[in-house]
């Protein structure tokens, strides 16, 4: 151990030398590193500079051959005066006939620029002597131009539209041109620069139009070609010929660009590609679509700069440098620095190696077997309290045994195990069989004396087998319960909910005929125990549902004062009939919106009410909505419903919550008990709780508490109007086909629907249904789920498949909600749970077929005499039309009657810009109107009433916009 320990020192005081070094290696690296960065930064920017320099270079070139043409071409457009017919000082230094063409090189004085014309032979003399004069015009003017620019000329054609005559400025072989055109080529060069112009579409005296030069237009150089229209046919054609305009080509020879290279002899690029403003490629070989980013960028082949011209037409530069260029100063230096870079690292490793072998090695030898000693006894002390034994790795030789391990008599066992292992590794934990009792082995690996052993611990768990036997069967049969239960549960709920309907429904149209009072008294007393019976199996279900897993929470946003309004509203009738007051008490802290299951809380508010009014003969009943306590994003609400009834006594209300308790048996002749149990069970599925107080003869008070997310979301009241229901609303008058196996069904669904105005054809199956649907058109769907042949779910994915796109509406009488989820996947459009009444079924028809039409009707008519608009303008008409609604909307809930003003008048010119005149007027009789007071109920009823108007309209245009 004394040598392990200098072992140790040694280590440790090499590692602080070691650490050092490496800290100024480090600063060295960086040091390194940074040079790099600014010599590569420097390279990079020189780089750039020069490909800019090019750049702006091509680009004056251009500008200054666009300034030549477009001057050229402007004057002649401006010039109101007729073309000269000669000019005296012009000669004719050459005559020469090919073919049917003159060529004539001529010159205006004798020191001027010799230009060339080329004319067929039926020019008369007048004819050729004006064409000449056109020449000596364009030669002073090309001499005159060019004289005082720092740029070469160009090689000058004037071309006609049927290629009858043609001038070249100045002519060919003269030395003073930058790119002379040898006379053998003149006819040549022109056919080419014509079939180049044919090509060329809308070109036009005010813009100049740049194009690739024709391949090998010159022999030994490249060029391209700058064209525009000049309005002088007059002055180079017959006057019977002189109709079109003539095209004035200059040929620029590329080798101008390149001067930069020639004066530094220096490659400013590789490869060079200019894009004219049109997207043509006027020179290089990349593509006008090419990806590479503005300024620099990187590919595996080199540099990248992609340049623009900073004003005027946008021509863009694409230059490729490849990375043997780019580095041509930093070669060697960077190959010198690749070098030292390797050999650091090669002696880098051979210190390495030296440094493990003659120091670490040697203490890590050390400090494992230190490390050996201290785990094998941390292992001992570990595993003590069961049975140990210590097997060498090699032969499974024992070395070591302790008592508890020869009681359990595990390690003949353990080491037949081993023996069978294949591998080196340890085997980890098992369960071994032992003369009838389960072992629990732990064989891991260790080192012992200086040997690779297998450290194995044994315990009995035979009773914790026995006990996870007993509970995997249990659990087995439990599952085997729920899931007979779930299938009971299914099954009652269709079978009691069919019949019921039939009952329900025969009653309430029994209610719509001509009765006597007997009559129509018995049968309000059938409907009531009708409705108490339902209730009842609604909520044997629910318990059901509860008890099995069921029953899931639909968390969405939802307004709670809302949710108090409508639930006062719902038993408002009821609670006035029986004599009763009943109001409503809102928190003013109370949030616009929070986020949970609405459909549950009121659920548990209507059972509170119902209750409250069963059980008060006398007084009044107070829902109350207030905040107790709100902690950043959460709220805590109670709803409180208090009474003045008959009170419960103290040693009911800790029964009161139970199933099937009840304080009085029989209390008023109905009611299960189940109410209060299932609000508990719903208060605490959603995280809340339920409490009562009450005493008797003066009242009861339950509130519900629970914390809910609060949604920051802008709070827009409802504007949908009150949807009509019975019988007094008017006629749906839709068709409807009906899909139902059961005959009671039948005859109440086609009652129903006969009683709200609708038109129904029923089918007796699914089957029945899709012969029928091809007979004649329908409005709307109604199928039933459960239907033999043929069935709900494969009647809707018929129809889908058939390409209808009316609304399909199931009917089932399974109130699962993995129902509901069922009959949205197969396409239809939504469902609804039996028995159905009148107002359910009016409110499903109105929902899926009446809205929608007069909806798109009344915004067709709302459309008529507009301006035609376009998809754009249609979509942008809609998005303008919803935001003006809504701020209007935001207006009228602040009581801003000025910005309901700027709304509607903003609103008025946009409408007054498509010609709709009747929402103009609208709109400007409401702003009228707000100038001369604040917003009062008439007016807001009038802007709300506009507003629904334009929702629909914005709705309309959405549709045919996409």
């Not at 069922?822 to 939504?830: K, S």
Request: glycine residues 6%; negative net charge; aromatic residues 6%.
């Amino acid at each position: 151990m004394k040598h392990a320990s200098l072992r140790l020192d040694k280590l440790a005081q090499s590692s602080q030398r070691l650490n050092k070094a490496l800290l100024l290696l480090t600063g060295l690296l960086i040091l390194l590193s940074s040079t790099c960065y600014w010599a590569i930064s420097r390279l990079l920017e020189a780089e750039q500079q020069r490909v800019e320099f090019h750049f702006a270079r091509v680009i004056e070139i251009v500008n200054e051959h666009e300034a030549f043409l477009r001057n050229v071409a402007t004057g002649y457009r401006h010039n109101t005066s007729p073309p000269l017919r000669s000019v005296q000082s012009v000669s004719v230094m050459q005559t020469q006939r090919t073919g049917n063409q003159v060529l004539l090189k001529a010159k205006g004085f004798d020191l001027s620029l010799p230009f060339f014309l080329a004319h067929s032979s039926d020019f008369s003399r007048d004819d050729e002597n004006r064409a000449l004069a056109l020449g000596v015009q364009l030669t002073d003017y090309y001499g005159g131009f060019w004289a005082s620019s720092f740029y070469a000329s160009p090689q000058l054609l004037v071309l006609t539209p049927d290629g009858d005559a043609s001038l070249a400025i100045p002519a060919p072989e003269d030395k003073r041109q930058h790119l002379p055109m040898q006379s053998d080529q003149y006819s040549t060069i022109v056919s080419r620069i014509e079939q180049l112009r044919n090509a060329q579409s809308s070109m036009s005296d005010h813009r100049v139009r740049w194009v690739r030069a024709p391949l090998r237009l010159y022999r030994d150089h490249r060029s391209i070609v700058a064209m525009i229209k000049v309005n002088a046919a007059s002055a180079l054609l017959p006057a019977a010929k002189a109709q079109g305009q003539l095209t004035l080509a200059a040929l620029v020879d590329t080798a101008q660009v390149d001067e930069y290279e020639r004066v530094l002899r220096l490659s400013v690029y590789n490869q060079f590609t200019l894009v004219s403003p049109e997207g043509q490629v006027v020179l290089g070989d990349l593509g006008a679509d090419d990806p590479a980013p503005l300024g620099l960028s990187f590919n595996r082949e080199g540099l990248r700069f992609k340049m623009v011209s900073p004003s005027g037409d946008h021509w863009i530069g694409l230059y490729g440098i490849t990375y043997q260029g780019f580095l041509r100063y930093a070669k060697w230096p960077l190959v010198g620095l690749a070098f030292t870079i390797i050999a650091s690292i090669l002696i880098g490793l051979w210190i390495n190696h030296w440094y493990k072998s003659r120091i670490v090695f040697p203490a890590q030898r050390a400090q494992v077997r230190l490390f050996e000693s201290e785990a094998f006894n941390r292992i001992m002390l570990q595993h003590a309290p069961v049975g140990l034994c210590v097997l060498r790795r090699d032969d499974h030789q024992l070395l070591l045994e302790n008592q508890r391990a020869v009681q359990l008599v595990a390690t003949p066992a353990v080491i037949q195990m081993l023996e069978g292992h294949q591998g080196d590794q340890a085997p980890g934990e098992m369960c071994l069989l032992v003369e009838g009792r389960y072992l629990q082995v732990v064989v891991v690996a260790a080192r012992y004396e200086g040997q690779d052993v297998f450290l194995c611990g044994c315990n009995d768990v035979t009773r914790h087998v026995d006990e996870t036997l007993m509970l995997n069967q249990a659990h087995r049969r439990a599952t085997a319960a729920n899931e007979a239960k779930t299938v009971f549960l299914a099954t009652m709920s269709h079978e009691i909910r069919t019949p019921l309907y039939g009952v329900l429904g025969n009653l309430e149209l029994l209610s719509l005929t001509e009765l006597s009072d007997r009559q129509r008294q018995y049968l309000e007393i059938i409907q009531g125990s009708s409705s108490v019976l339902f209730q009842l199996i609604s909520n044997v279900l629910d318990v059901s549902k509860i008890e099995s897993g069921q029953m899931a929470l639909e968390e969405e946003p939802f307004h709670p004062a809302q949710l108090v309004e409508d639930a006062m509203a719902s038993f408002a009738a009821t609670a006035h009939n029986k004599g009763l007051e009943i109001d409503t008490e809102i928190d003013p802290q109370l949030p616009a919106q929070v986020n949970g299951d609405a459909g549950r809380i009121r659920q548990i508010l209507h059972n509170l009410l119902g209750n409250a009014i069963k059980f008060t003969d006398s007084g009044r009943i107070r829902l109350r909505l207030t905040v107790q306590a709100r902690t950043g994003n959460s709220v805590s609400l109670q709803w409180q419903v208090t009474d003045t009834g008959v009170g419960i006594p103290e040693g009911s209300i800790d029964q009161l919550f139970k199933p099937f308790y009840q304080v009085t048996a029989g209390q008023d002749g109905n009611g299960a008990g189940l109410g209060l149990s299932i609000c508990s069970r719903l208060s605490k599925l959603m995280g809340g709780s339920m409490r009562v107080v009450s005493e008797p003869g003066l009242g009861s008070s339950f509130s519900l508490l629970i914390s809910l997310p609060v949604v920051d979301a802008p709070y827009l009241a409802s504007q949908s109007p009150l949807l009509p229901s019975g019988l007094d609303a008017p006629c749906l008058n839709v068709r409807v086909l009906v899909a139902e196996d059961n005959p009671v069904s039948q005859a109440v669904l086609r009652e129903q629907l006969e009683a709200l105005g609708a038109y129904p054809t029923v089918a007796q199956d699914g089957q029945h249904a899709l012969q029928i649907w091809h007979t004649q058109p329908f409005d709307l769907v109604i199928t039933d789920i459960n239907m033999p042949q043929l069935n709900g779910y494969e009647l809707a994915q018929a129809l889908r498949g058939q390409g209808v796109t009316v609304p399909i509406i199931g009917v089932t009488a399974n109130a699962l909600r993995e129902e509901g989820q069922r009959c949205l996947a197969v396409g239809m459009n939504g469902w609804v749970v039996k028995p159905l009444s009148l107002s359910m079924l009016r409110q499903a028809l109105l929902s899926y077929c009446q809205k929608a039409s007069s909806l798109v009707a009344n915004a067709v008519q709302d459309q008529e005499g507009w301006i035609e608009l376009s998809s754009t303008m249609r979509g942008l008409m809609a998005e303008t039309l919803v935001v003006d609604i809504e701020q209007i909307e935001q207006g009228l809930i602040k009581m801003d009657a000025t910005m309901v003003q700027q709304r509607l008048h903003s609103l008025s010119g946009a409408l007054a810009s498509v010609n709709a005149q009747a929402l103009y007027t609208q709109c400007q009789q409401l702003e009228n109107a707000l100038h001369g007071g604040p917003l009062t109920a008439s007016v807001i009823k009038q802007v709300r009433a506009l507003c629904s108007r334009l929702s629909a309209l914005a709705n309309y245009l959405a549709v045919e916009h996409s």
